[in-house]
């Protein structure tokens, strides 16, 4: 699971001051402020990318080969890309559209009240409830000798009449859910916060109706922030990789185990580079859809004045 | 094999990188001294002088270091007790139990040079061939009992314990299947599963090589067994769950194949556990010890390779349901363990074990095709 992202949406009543003019030594100290955060950067995070591509450059034996990246051409490579796209996709998707639904309705409660401050709460920790524990709950609960599969059976119902769906890839769409909305809730809370009550006032006074708000004026300024929070939920499934190993253990459908397999499999032998074609490849897909999320943020800026 | 917990995988990954990093920083005298040279490059008992050599040298060195052996894997938990009983002077460091052969020789090559390298391997067969290059060749003393067929002619490896694919499954809730096509039956609706990823596992490999023969094809081509498990999709009657001790004791995995000294220790987790190996043709599969030509603990490595190939050792692994390497031997001489071999599911008629090609041809297959078949 990727880490709780910090919430970007600025707030309203941060107005950037206006900085003095510096002089050469002061603007040296702000550089070397820089410092610490640069290096955290590139260790954490430049590091890992470049090894990562650079080991899908090579061969077994350190020869420089493009074989491994034209692996990524493999028809069932790419059809391991594109389950993993669907599922961050709808996943994605379902978290985000659940997730507004549940700000939308926080929205009458108040701030400091005590229901808000519990979802708020439950939000947090569930937003990062993933991997093993996850799976195990789910498979205790839902899980073909699970408690409530067992309950309904009881009733007559059947969930597994078609197969045992949740040991395959439709069964990740569920426990991805549970953990995309949340996260939802988390991002997506402050900038519903931020809907300015002037601006019903003003659009009551001037003769609008409530739909009018929400047509004009609501869903114009939250569609930046709405997608920029859908496009996290997506890099958020993509990378997932836990939730799906404790689950999936056939066909490595998505990519995360697709490395798995390239990494430490004991029968198809000497495909270790491959594992860093594909890290190759899910960062260019994150990279895109970070450039996304950044052309959005630009957008929604103008509206957070 | 692989477990639910994935977590001490990750660990050991984190371990092997701070080595890695370890290694890069430390000065070459930080690295142990690799026992004697004399141990390090001895081929048999021969070269320390006797046995209580052997064990003088060993007992020196005070530690062995062990990897990838989980303990209710082939009774190996009760084997390293033993060992440790035998030689208290010696600290067994067992790390990484649930990790797949592929990441034993990472380990060793990662951790190459300092004291936490693993000192001996146990591998399946497709690893230890294209491996030969990290051990260090060695005869053990019942070295003439080993089967010509089961060991690399200098000792560079050895196998030494094995079994046939089976299935098993759970007597209170199933009919024992007599063959592979009843389990394609509405029986067996959502209940079967493989333990592991054939593209990953050697296990699971195995289980469509079993799938293969009984289907009537050979190993030069893995198709038919592909078909198979791509049928019991079909049917609704397969299960894409990773089996585990927890998952057989809750009923989850009902029927499961595996290798029979696997599938054997799971009556401990379910009382009407019971395992079938059909008639016909079966699919054998051994695995193989090594030694590691870097082994902070060479003489060590060597002791535990003597106490393995032991009667013993030996014996122990019986006791697990595996059938070890000297058991023809053992039989002939007196020294088998009767109860525990009479134990042991019958064997089949007739008996197959994939070659070098043969391995490796049915990994690109799977690699191509594994994937659709069981979507």
């Known amino acids: 699971m990727s880490d709780p992202q910090p919430d970007r949406t600025a707030t309203l009543d941060g107005v950037e001051p206006t900085a003095p003019p510096r002089r050469g030594a002061s603007r040296l100290l702000a550089w070397l402020g820089l410092v610490p955060f640069a290096a955290y950067v590139v260790v954490f995070l430049a590091l890992p990318t470049v090894l990562a591509l650079a080991s899908g450059l090579f061969d077994a034996d350190g020869a420089f080969t493009l074989d491994n990246l034209g692996a990524l051409g493999d028809p069932v490579i790419l059809a391991t890309f594109w389950s993993s796209t669907w599922l961050s996709l709808l996943t994605a998707v379902l978290g985000a559209v659940f997730g507004a639904l549940v700000c939308y309705a926080m929205l009458g409660l108040s701030e400091t009240g005590g229901i808000r401050t519990a979802v708020d709460a439950a939000a947090g920790v569930f937003a990062q409830f993933g991997g093993v524990m996850l799976a195990f709950a789910f498979i205790a609960t839902i899980g073909l000798k699970g408690v409530v599969t067992q309950l309904l059976l009881g009733a007559g119902i059947d969930i597994f009449a078609d197969g045992p769906w949740i040991y395959e890839l439709p069964g990740l769409i569920l426990p991805y859910v549970f953990f995309q909305i949340p996260l939802m809730v988390i991002t997506f809370m402050p900038a519903l916060s931020a809907l300015k009550p002037q601006w019903a006032e003003a659009n009551l006074t001037l003769g609008g109706t409530r739909s009018s708000f929400w047509l004009r004026i609501g869903f114009p300024v939250l569609a930046p922030s709405f997608l920029a929070c859908t496009l996290l939920l997506f890099a958020n499934a993509f990378s997932s990789y836990a939730t799906a190993a404790a689950l999936a253990s056939q066909g490595s459908q998505i990519v995360p185990l697709q490395i798995r397999t390239a990494l430490t499999s004991e029968t198809v032998l000497g495909r270790e580079n491959l594992a860093g074609a594909l890290a190759l490849g899910m960062i260019v897909v994150v990279g895109v859809v970070m450039w996304l999320y950044s052309l959005i943020q630009r957008r929604a800026a103008r509206w957070q004045a | ?375």
């Open chain 2, 1 to 375: 094999m692989t477990t639910l917990l994935r977590t001490p995988r990750l660990g050991a990954g984190l371990a092997v990188v701070a080595a890695a990093t370890l290694a890069l920083t430390a000065c070459a005298g930080d690295a142990p001294a690799a026992g004697d040279s004399k141990a390090a490059t001895a081929t048999s008992v021969a070269d320390f002088g006797t046995f209580a050599d052997l064990e003088a040298a060993a007992k020196k060195e005070g530690a062995l270091n062990v990897i990838a052996l989980p303990r209710d894997w082939a009774n190996y938990g009760a084997v390293i007790d033993a060992f440790k009983a035998k030689y208290p002077e010696i600290t067994v460091n067992e790390s990484s139990p649930d990790i797949s052969s592929a990441e034993e020789i990472q380990a060793a090559k990662t951790n190459e040079g300092l004291d936490t390298a693993p000192d001996v391997f146990d591998l399946g067969l497709t690893v230890a061939l294209q491996n030969t290059d990290v051990f260090a060749p060695y005869k053990v003393q019942t070295w003439d009992d080993i089967p010509d067929a089961l060991k690399e002619s200098t000792g560079l490896f050895v196998g030494d314990y094995g079994g046939y694919m089976s299935i098993g499954y759970d007597s209170s809730k199933f009919p024992e299947p007599e063959s592979l096509d009843d389990l394609l039956g509405s029986d067996y609706k959502a209940s079967v599963a493989i333990n592991g990823d054939p593209t990953q596992a050697g296990a699971a490999f195995a289980a469509v090589g079993l799938a293969t023969v009984q289907s009537g094809g050979d190993l030069d081509d893995f198709q038919p067994g592909i078909d198979f498990f791509s049928e019991l999709n079909k049917a609704g009657n397969m299960l894409k769950l990773d089996v585990t001790s927890a998952t057989i004791a809750s009923g989850e995995t009902p029927v499961v194949f595996d290798w029979d000294y696997l599938n054997a220790t799971h009556v401990a987790d379910n009382k009407a556990w019971k395992v079938r190996v059909f008639p016909g043709t079966g699919y054998a599969g051994y695995y193989n010890q090594a030694v590691n030509k870097n082994a902070p603990h060479p003489a060590a490595a060597r002791l535990w390779q003597e106490f393995l190939y032991s009667d013993e050792g030996q014996n122990l692994w019986l006791k697990g349901g595996a059938r070890p390497a000297r058991m023809e031997a053992m039989t002939a001489a007196g020294t088998i363990d009767a109860d525990a071999a009479a134990a042991l599911p019958a064997a089949p008629t007739t008996v197959v074990v994939p070659s070098e090609a043969q391995s490796t041809a049915a990994g690109t297959l799977l690699g191509e095709k594994w994937a659709a078949a069981v979507q």
